[in-house]
Structures are given as C-alpha cells and as structure tokens.
C-alpha cells in the first residue's frame, strides 16, 4: 500500500475538498456533500443503480424517509426504484429524487414549524 497513487491521489483528492468547502456556505456544503456521495456510489459511466439509490435513502437520508412508508407517492417512488432496474440514475434524477422526498417528508413538516431566533 505504502506509495499507491490511487491512494494518494483519492487522499489529495478528499484534501482538496475539505479545503475547498472552508469558503463555502452550508448550502453550497449541502449540495456538494451530495455531489460527492452520488460521485462515490455510481459506476464509472457516472449512473447511479437504482438498488444503490435506494440503499442511499435509506441509509444517508433516513431521518427524511422515516414515517413515509404508508403515504403513496412514497411508496410510488420506492416502487419505482424496485421496477426498471436496468435504468439508472444520473445526477440531476437523483436530486430531483432526494427533493421529492424532502418536500413530503414530516422531517420538513417539522422543520417549517420551528422558529429560528437570530
């Protein structure tokens, strides 16, 4: 392992991105954050499998899909990933996925009814 340039170029790669997010706002992190997970989990051609996508949901994005399994348009959408798994998502399919969900979430619902004091 010790002088792998795969290695050493994924290490400058992440060091550069820590580097680079220190002058940007949360939004920016958020959605490069985002950026970087989907980059992660697609294949080389940049898709994302719809197995992965739902795995991502359910791991990454929990907190925002608990409570949604009886609404249908969620389970519309799950059923979705589960059917055609020969298609796969690219970047922009998958953000309009994770905003879809977002926007029904109770996570969201909750988040609306906090006032924030500045």
Same mark, same amino acid.
């Given at each position: 392992?010790? *002088?792998?340039? !795969? ?5 400058? %790669?992440?060091?550069?991105?820590l /580097?680079? /997010? ?33 795995? %991502?949901?359910?791991?990454?994005? *929990?907190?925002?899909? @608990? *409570?949604? @399994? ?12 589960? @059917?055609?798994? @020969? ?8 953000m309009? /996925? ?8 109770d /996570?969201?619902? !909750? ?8």
């Amino acid at each position: 392992m010790e *002088g792998d340039p !795969n290695i050493c170029a994924d290490i400058s %790669l992440h060091i550069s991105y820590l /580097l680079a /997010l220190r002058k940007c706002s949360d939004l920016e992190k958020a959605i490069a954050t985002t950026a970087l997970i989907f980059r992660n989990s697609s294949d080389s051609d940049g898709k994302l499998e719809k197995a992965t996508a739902k795995d %991502l949901l359910q791991t990454q994005f *929990g907190n925002f899909t @608990e *409570g949604q @399994e009886t609404k249908p348009k969620y389970r519309e959408i799950l059923s979705e990933l589960d @059917e055609h798994t @020969e298609n796969k998502l690219d970047f922009e399919d998958f953000m309009i /996925l994770l905003l879809s969900i977002t926007v029904m979430s109770d /996570l969201l619902q !909750n988040i609306w009814s906090v006032k924030i004091m500045k």
